[in-house]
């Protein structure tokens, strides 16, 4: 089945008219509560089955009114406005938004820039004074493998380049556990640090200063580096946590 699915009738206030049969008024009910039915499974969900809703139904009541969508993947309130749906996290206050990829990425012997976590912050869920902790971990079969040029941990909102939160991060243990924050401290910028920790106790850290829109998405990701050759070992980097204090 598709998603979402085709209501089985169009809302219309108008029927059944004044006129129709008194018999009719069994089956008439019977529709009524399908209806219903149907709208009240789809005011929750997953954020990519948001679905576009009647717009006879959706605003009644004016400006500031509207039909409430919860996404039980990223946490998020939204409201339809006639047109769109419109975040509204922020006025419930909810605290913190977690997000997380679990999937280990591995490597073999890359020749090239290889992503592995990766995050996407919706647009619009960042306000300013939201506060951002991030957790992953990246590891190697080689200590200083041949032609890799460091881990780093990469964040931007697709318009230009990114920016690196960490600077690059020399595999010389063979795992390295980074956290990272940082404050949103205007529409346009975010500013922390972070630090890294490897399997031998060096010990890295560094100042962040993002230049990204929190009206656009924003992405999270850790990337190994590779250039001048195939490297001669293998990577692995997975299991980030980003944790949004709205």
Request: with cysteine; aromatic share 10%; hydrophobic share 40%.
């Amino acid at each position: 089945m598709s998603f979402p699915p085709v209501f089985s009738n169009v809302w219309d206030i108008t029927q059944p008219p004044d006129t129709e049969n008194a018999n009719l008024l069994g089956q008439n009910l019977r529709t009524l509560r399908n209806d219903v039915m149907q709208r009240m499974s789809l005011l929750s969900g997953v954020i990519g089955n948001i679905p576009a809703p009647e717009t006879v139904n959706a605003v009644w009541g004016g400006s500031g009114f509207g039909l409430m969508y919860f996404s039980t993947d990223t946490g998020q309130f939204l409201q339809w406005n006639g047109t769109v749906w419109v975040d509204v996290t922020q006025s419930f206050h909810l605290g913190n938004l977690k997000y997380s990829d679990t999937t280990i990425h591995v490597f073999n012997n890359p020749s090239s820039q290889q992503q592995g976590s990766g995050i996407v912050i919706p647009a619009g869920t960042l306000k300013v004074g939201s506060a951002v902790t991030i957790d992953t971990y990246m590891s190697n079969t080689q200590e200083i493998p041949t032609f890799c040029q460091g881990y780093t941990l990469f964040m931007t909102d697709g318009v230009g380049s990114g920016n690196l939160i960490t600077p690059d991060l020399f595999p010389n243990g063979l795992v390295t556990h980074i956290q990272a924050s940082f404050v949103v401290s205007g529409p346009n910028n975010q500013i922390g640090g972070a630090s890294a920790h490897d399997e031998d106790d060096n010990v890295y850290a560094s100042t962040f200063a993002g230049s990204f829109a929190i009206a656009n998405d924003i992405t999270v990701a850790t990337i190994v580096l590779i250039g001048g050759g195939t490297s001669d070992s293998s990577f692995e980097l997975g299991y980030m946590l980003v944790t949004v204090n709205v």
